[in-house]
């Protein structure tokens, strides 16, 4: 049976844990689960603290600057869907805000620029980042763009 999905881009399903990162990032704001006792950001978001084990949390808006911290060029066999935009890259950012967080995303020319619309050429690990957003099948997620063009 043919399914439309399977030649669409993956989305994300936000778990209740998560549901608010993808709410926030609707709005054009990357924000990441901070611990309301501890203050000590985590991520991805989970119900407890690792440091105090508090259960409270808050999510504090970022500046949505970070560096590459690593990036790859996936290999065939991809989904077909992806296959179309080879090569293209996923990076790791790690946030200017919080060193320790890293997210895994994709570098584009703007933020609804294909997947290979950045020359694998340009990337290279500490180039500096900014997040931008894009619908993706109907749910906004944060994809990256160089500080410096
Ligand atoms: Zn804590």
């Given at each position: 049976m043919a399914d439309a999905k399977t030649?669409?881009?993956?989305?994300?399903?936000?778990?209740?844990?998560?549901?608010?990162?993808?709410?926030?990032?609707?709005?054009?704001?990357?924000?990441?689960?901070?611990?309301?006792?501890?203050?000590?950001?985590?991520?991805?978001?989970?119900?407890?603290?690792?440091?105090?084990?508090?259960?409270?949390?808050?999510?504090?808006?970022?500046?949505?600057?970070?560096?590459?911290?690593s990036y790859v060029f996936p290999h065939p066999p991809l989904l077909p869907a992806y296959a179309e935009q080879a090569p293209y890259n996923a990076i790791v950012v790690e946030l200017a805000d919080a060193p320790r967080i890293r997210l895994?995303?994709?570098?584009?020319?703007?933020?609804?620029?294909?997947?290979?619309?950045?020359?694998?050429?340009?990337?290279?690990?500490?180039a500096k980042v900014q997040v931008v957003f894009a619908d993706v099948g109907g749910v906004v997620v944060p994809r990256w763009i160089l500080e410096r063009p």
């Open positions: 030649d669409a881009l993956l989305t994300p399903t936000p778990d209740d844990d998560g549901a608010p990162f993808w709410e926030y990032a609707a709005r054009g704001e990357l924000r990441i689960q901070a611990c309301a006792a501890c203050g000590e950001l985590r991520f991805p978001p989970r119900p407890c603290c690792p440091h105090c084990q508090s259960f409270d949390s808050t999510w504090r808006k970022m500046s949505g600057r970070g560096r590459i911290w895994v995303g994709n570098l584009v020319a703007a933020p609804d620029a294909p997947l290979d619309s950045v020359a694998p050429e340009r990337l290279r690990i500490g």
